[in-house]
């Protein structure tokens, strides 16, 4: 896999791309953590409708950081996950939780995914995110 990834499209840029959760939610794990890395390694900074599960986020981080010393350029990643406010009722609660069982996806929260050479920080609070990019 190191191989396939190493082929970096933008060394000096980087892109935008939007992904609907749609476009992960029939893959397995490794598959999703796979596509990911693939739009990440061509320097594109990831929008993901929606949330990788938690050990998927984890499996996403060590990867990553496995790499970094091992694939030329790569200094790691930049995630964020923002979500619903968590000052909801405990009936709205269950609905999300019912709605996230059957669409497969936390569609309410938004993910972004992006190369530590092209994002610098990503800085978030209850009411707006903040996306450094170096220089």
């Given at each position: 896999?190191?191989?396939?990834?190493?082929?970096?499209?933008?060394?000096?840029?980087?892109?935008?791309?939007?992904?609907?959760?749609?476009?992960?939610?029939?893959?397995?794990?490794?598959?999703?953590?796979?596509?990911?890395?693939?739009?990440?390694?061509?320097?594109?900074?990831?929008?993901?409708q929606?949330?990788?599960?938690?050990?998927e986020?984890?499996?996403?981080?060590?990867d990553?950081?496995?790499?970094?010393?091992?694939?030329?350029?790569?200094?790691?990643?930049?995630?964020?996950?923002?979500?619903?406010?968590?000052?909801?009722?405990?009936?709205?609660?269950?609905?999300?939780?019912?709605?996230?069982?059957?669409?497969?996806?936390?569609?309410?929260?938004?993910?972004?995914?992006?190369?530590?050479?092209?994002?610098?920080?990503?800085?978030?609070?209850?009411?707006?995110?903040?996306?450094?990019?170096?220089?």
């Amino acid at each position: 896999m190191v191989k396939k990834i190493q082929k970096q499209k933008r060394i000096n840029g980087f892109a935008i791309r939007f992904m609907p959760y749609s476009e992960i939610k029939n893959l397995n794990s490794t598959q999703r953590i796979k596509k990911v890395l693939e739009i990440v390694f061509e320097n594109y900074i990831l929008i993901l409708q929606g949330r990788l599960k938690p050990e998927e986020e984890t499996r996403l981080i060590e990867d990553t950081m496995a790499m970094i010393g091992h694939v030329k350029n790569f200094k790691g990643i930049e995630l964020a996950v923002i979500s619903s406010d968590d000052k909801t009722s405990t009936i709205d609660r269950l609905r999300n939780r019912i709605a996230i069982s059957l669409s497969g996806g936390d569609l309410g929260a938004v993910t972004i995914i992006g190369p530590a050479s092209v994002v610098k920080e990503i800085k978030r609070d209850p009411k707006k995110i903040e996306l450094m990019l170096n220089k």
